[in-house]
């Protein structure tokens, strides 16, 4: 069984954990860290959430620990 990180609205897998995991990883090795690498998915998850919603909307993004 393929494990995946599938979109919320049931079209196609996105990503497999593992390929997830290994774009994580290259990323760091370019000399991002877990912070800022999680700081800019949740800065392009509110924009993308803005273009899509309504600019006038107020938009929190609220953010734990692991998964």
């Keep these: 069984m393929r494990e995946t990180i599938n979109s919320k609205n049931g079209s196609e897998p996105l990503l497999t954990y593992q390929e997830a995991r290994d774009l994580d990883d290259r990323t760091m090795a ?3 860290n877990s912070t800022a690498l999680m700081g800019q998915a949740a800065l392009t998850s509110f924009y993308r959430l803005e273009q899509r919603i309504c600019a006038s909307f107020h938009i929190a993004i ?4 692991g998964n």
């Design 30 to 32: 370019w000399g991002w």
């Design 62 to 65: 609220f953010c734990g620990p």
